[in-house]
């Protein structure tokens, strides 16, 4: 009798979390319908004319031509005159030069801020999120102050290009970085950084320390400390994730400091663990259930430690920099190597997998049972390469499935 309720409780409880991250996931698609993408939105004549403009415009500040903003400005005017812009309904007052139109949600705001970053026009970026919110980002037009486009991001949380600036001459570089409030990533950036920043600082991680935020009500703006580098290339990628890993496990987390959105997980794994459980329904329905139960074992009974959350090469400077902490959280173990595994899944074989988690991350992690790691690190492998754009063929993740599952029901862990 003991045992039929304890099985319907746990039937019932497996049922509760599935079900709530179907909500989730639901919710996170639902507010991504109208998210912001280069190809989709602009289409393919005005990327290749934004690309081109850029190109030549990171040329002109390499090699200091002095009139380089006059050369911006002129490729700008010539863009606003021969180009008709896709997906949009009316142009902002500040880039026709004419009307009261104004961005109105995200989506537009993200839309011509990447298209006047591309030409370096810092007044009309400026002008865009002063007309949005009340917050006011750095002033491009200030005296001895430098100002300069740095790169672009595909996130649903943070404006799709981010700036570089110096407020005098001799001054520390700062990154800028403007978040949408509604969204919780601002909220899980100042949350690691609170929690962690200093500890991993210590450790050798360098997360480059945050020095200022401007919060307006749809807006938050951080200020970080510049950091300079490569990205890694891929042969050091998971030597180097390795001791981010440990890093991030061994130091000390006052845990009453942890912002509650930080113990959730985040909406992309949601989504990723989503579209997995779909595809375990069409190619593997069998092993929907035990792999339910799986989740559910790891979710309630795996330690948890930080982890940065979106942890590969691109976020790895060859400085040690680890940038982009937006997705940072207090998840199972397991969770960044999964990651890092997931990206790097290709054509590899089930074994050499396992024997690149074996060879990276099962040892030298005090307090850690090595089965927990490697089972859950290939258990986020798993979700994150079938939930993901497929990183893998469908004969691998089928084996990663089977392997995750009968590690489960053998007791191992």
Same mark, same amino acid.
């Given at each position: ?15 509760? *979390? ?47 031509? !002095? ?14 005159? /021969?180009?008709?812009? !896709? ?9 026709? &030069? ?6 109105? /949600? ?36 200030? @005296? ?8 672009? &991001? ?24 403007? #978040? ?23 450790? &050798? ?20 400390? $510049? ?24 130091? @000390? ?11 959730? #997980?985040? @909406? ?22 035990? $792999? ?10 795996? @330690? ?15 400085? &040690? ?10 998840? !199972?173990?397991?969770?960044? !190597? ?22 990276? *991350? ?9 089965? #927990? ?8 492998? $798993?979700? $994150? ?24 029901? /053998?007791?191992?862990?």
């Amino acid at each position: 009798m003991c045992l039929r309720i304890l099985k319907l409780w746990k039937l019932r409880f497996v049922t509760d *979390f599935t079900s709530d991250i179907d909500t989730a996931s639901a919710n996170v698609v639902a507010s991504e319908e109208r998210s912001f993408d280069a190809k989709r939105d602009l289409g393919r004549s005005l990327v290749r004319k934004l690309k081109r403009a850029r190109v030549q415009l990171v040329a002109a500040r390499k090699l200091k031509i !002095p009139a380089r903003q006059v050369f911006a400005d002129k490729l700008w005017n010539q863009c606003l005159s /021969s180009t008709s812009f !896709p997906s949009i309904d009316a142009v902002p007052a500040i880039i026709s &030069g004419s009307g009261t139109a104004v961005c109105n /949600s995200w989506w537009e705001l993200k839309y011509w801020t990447f298209i006047a970053s591309c030409f370096e026009q810092h007044r009309v970026y400026e002008g865009l999120l002063a007309e949005y919110d009340t917050v006011r980002p750095f002033v491009s037009s200030q @005296p001895g102050g430098e100002v300069w486009f740095f790169g672009s &991001g595909h996130g649903r949380s943070t404006l799709n290009t981010y700036r570089c600036i110096r407020g005098a001459k001799g001054a520390v570089w700062q990154f800028e970085k403007v #978040y949408n409030r509604s969204d919780e990533d601002f909220c899980r950036m100042l949350s690691m950084e609170s929690c962690a920043g200093d500890q991993l600082r210590a450790r &050798g991680v360098f997360v480059p320390p945050l020095l200022d935020t401007k919060l307006g009500s749809r807006v938050g703006l951080s200020y970080s400390t $510049f950091a300079k580098g490569r990205r890694l290339n891929a042969s050091r990628e998971f030597e180097r994730g390795n001791k981010v890993v440990k890093a991030l496990m061994a130091s @000390p987390i006052d845990e009453s400091r942890l912002s509650s959105v930080v113990r959730c #997980y985040h @909406p992309n794994f949601l989504e990723a663990l989503s579209k997995a459980r779909n595809w375990i329904r069409r190619k593997k329905p069998e092993l929907s259930s035990a $792999f339910e139960e799986v989740a559910v074992t790891i979710d309630q009974h795996y @330690p948890r430690y930080l982890a940065h959350g979106d942890l590969h090469r691109k976020n790895m400077l060859t400085s &040690g920099a680890v940038l982009d902490w937006d997705n940072s959280g207090f998840y !199972p173990v397991g969770y960044d !190597p999964g990651m890092m595994i997931a990206r790097s899944l290709g054509q590899r074989h089930i074994d050499e997998v396992e024997q690149a988690l074996r060879q990276y *991350f099962s040892s030298g992690i005090s307090d850690v049972p090595s089965t #927990y790691l490697s089972h859950g690190s290939l258990f986020y492998a $798993f979700v $994150f390469g079938a939930g993901k754009t497929p990183f893998a063929r469908d004969s691998l993740l089928v084996a990663m499935l089977e392997k995750i599952v009968k590690q489960a029901e /053998s007791g191992r862990p």
